[in-house]
């Protein structure tokens, strides 16, 4: 399809185990997002990447969070020995333009992780 | 911190009538500010978006005023329709930081 492509759309841990979300942008946008949203919440940012550079990680919340995005197009966003408070969906999004002139973000339909 | 929030987290209407939706925020170097419309089980889509050298935006149904003077926000659907039924989130951001802060989000609800 022609939109920004999450999966799994549904994952469930036992806590302690990792887990690994993909994320396939619009081909050709530049600028990929990773959002974390609570229940009943806005997406929080995660991270930032600028074809395949990190730009911006300050919003993920522990060392157990690690994203990549090595060609600059998929992106995985890795989370390790998950805990219960890691429970949410995860949202990918992507934008043509750079992060100096952000624009509309394109967003997927979210992975919802939930942990036991 | 910086912030974005929102004063109602839900509004009921009656469909066909106009819906006003309101949002506060708090980072004064913000120049960009979105909102969406996210629907149950699904990622939050794009409505509409404004710059802070504006300070009205139309468009179809939908405008968006922002008063800097008071850091408000706002969004206004005419003739509201029960596919309008979501929850309303804004968003701001700067040249500076290039991402979107969210706030809280507003649950949007059309009677028939």
């Known amino acids: 399809g022609a939109g920004v492509s999450q999966s799994p759309r549904y994952k469930v841990a036992k806590r302690g185990q990792d887990v690994a979300l993909r994320c396939d942008p619009i081909?050709?946008?530049?600028?990929l997002f990773w959002y974390q949203q609570a229940l009943g919440q806005g997406p929080e940012f995660l991270t930032y990447f600028q074809n395949e550079a990190q730009l911006d990680k300050s919003g993920l919340p522990s060392d157990r969070f690690f994203a990549e995005r090595p060609e600059g197009s998929v992106s995985t966003l890795k989370i390790q020995r998950t805990q219960q408070e890691d429970s949410a969906v995860y949202l990918c999004a992507s934008s043509p333009r750079t992060a100096s002139n952000t624009g509309e973000l394109f967003f997927g339909e979210g992975s919802r992780l939930t942990v036991l | 911190g910086e912030s974005v929030g929102l004063h109602l987290p839900t509004l009921s209407v009656q469909e066909g009538d106009n819906s006003i939706i309101n949002c506060a925020y708090s980072n004064s170097a913000s120049d960009y500010f979105i909102w969406y419309k996210q629907e149950s089980g699904k990622g939050p889509q794009f409505i509409i978006d404004?710059?802070?050298?504006?300070d009205k935006r139309q468009g179809q149904r939908v405008t968006v005023l922002l008063n800097k003077t008071v850091k408000h926000l706002s969004l206004q659907i005419a003739a509201t329709q029960p596919g309008d039924s979501a929850v309303y989130f804004c968003a701001e951001t700067s040249r500076q930081g290039g991402k979107l802060i969210f706030g809280q989000g507003t649950e949007l609800s059309v009677k028939p």
């Open positions: 404004i710059r802070s050298n504006m």
């Open positions: 081909s050709g946008h530049v600028s």
